[in-house]
């Protein structure tokens, strides 16, 4: 763990230790009440080792596309270089005036988007619907020796139509980046959502979601990272009809065109500067088994960024 810069180690893997299952709930859709039934979320405790390939491919694609989102990066490993030679007074002042970049991850589930970016920023702050999974992410962070001031989550639901000021508190405003890794197919508005999030930006600020197209559309590889066309990685998701994963109950949206992200960016005034790139069509999404089945569960996944007004 660094102390003096971004608060995790590029190289750093997460434990394989899963954190003792929280006690059972009902998952709630995002902005609605009515429960639903048991969700995947129950098994926070083991998610991540269940989703490990996906997990390890997101994560790659992320990090190898920090330009395209466009954050002014923590790069407190470049100021150690020409911190050399100075004098220990001098390093500590400038220690205590380092810049910070604060990045919230909603719906964070164990907390992927914040491990894969925590290398580039020096605060993560998580929030979920989901009590286990705010427990998983936490025991992760502190499994790492993490302080909460680094990386913590907490329970709430910032898509509540009638509640527009859930934590109102200001270590939950003025954020360099929001992030949302996955969930915005859950959101039963995601108008709605996306502008609640861009209020927590700082003015500047980047609303990153990585997210599925629709069933059938943008079959193509895109831009990889140094991976092979067609690899296959298994883990939850969006569908429509071919998800297999027990979750789809839960899911509101079957995937989001590009004209529809852009308008969803732009109405929440985060449409400066948009892009959207497409990270392939590899992502093995749900259970499947047989051939027929996998095909049907192949879904297309993008990456969406866009900067709040200034």
């Known amino acids: 763990m660094s102390h003096h810069g971004h608060i995790l180690s590029k190289s750093l893997e997460v434990p394989r230790r899963d954190p003792p299952p929280p006690p059972y709930h009902y998952h709630f859709r995002y902005t609605d009440r009515r429960p639903l039934g048991p969700h995947p979320h129950e098994q926070a405790a083991t998610y991540d080792s269940r989703h490990e390939k996906l997990l390890e491919r997101l994560t790659a694609?992320?990090?190898c596309?920090?330009?395209f989102i466009g954050v002014d990066?923590?790069?407190e490993d470049e100021d150690d270089d020409d911190d050399v030679g100075r004098d220990a007074q001098s390093q500590a002042g400038k220690k205590n005036k380092k810049k910070q970049v604060r990045m919230l991850d909603y719906a964070c589930g164990t907390g992927m988007m914040s491990r894969a970016l925590a290398p580039y920023v020096t605060q993560c702050?998580?929030?979920d619907l989901s009590e286990n999974m705010v427990a998983?992410?936490?025991a992760v962070a502190r499994n790492q020796g993490l302080a909460p001031d680094e990386m913590h989550a907490v329970v709430g639901n910032l898509a509540d139509p009638d509640k527009p000021d859930v934590l109102p508190g200001p270590e939950f405003r003025d954020f360099d980046l929001a992030a949302v890794g996955g969930g915005f197919h859950h959101f039963a508005d995601p108008e709605l959502a996306a502008a609640r999030l861009v209020k927590r930006l700082r003015p500047g600020g980047v609303l990153l979601i990585w997210d599925f197209k629709p069933h059938g559309h943008g079959h193509g590889h895109g831009e990889g990272c140094g991976r092979g066309k067609g690899g296959e990685d298994e883990g939850e998701g969006d569908g429509d009809g071919g998800f297999m994963g027990p979750g789809r109950h839960t899911i509101t949206h079957h995937g989001f065109t590009e004209e529809r992200i852009r308008a969803i960016y732009e109405k929440a005034g985060a449409g400066?500067?948009?892009?959207?790139?497409e990270l392939g069509a590899?992502?093995?999404l749900g259970g499947g088994h047989d051939v027929e089945d996998k095909e049907k569960?192949?879904?297309s996944v993008f990456l969406a960024r866009g900067e709040k007004a200034a």
């Open 61 to 63: 694609e992320l990090r």
């Open 65 to 67: 596309r920090l330009d």
């Open 73 to 75: 990066w923590d790069d």
């Open 125 to 127: 702050v998580g929030i």
């Open 136 to 138: 998983a992410y936490n």
């Open 272 to 277: 400066t500067n948009f892009r959207l790139a």
């Open 282 to 284: 590899g992502f093995l």
């Open 297 to 299: 569960a192949r879904r």
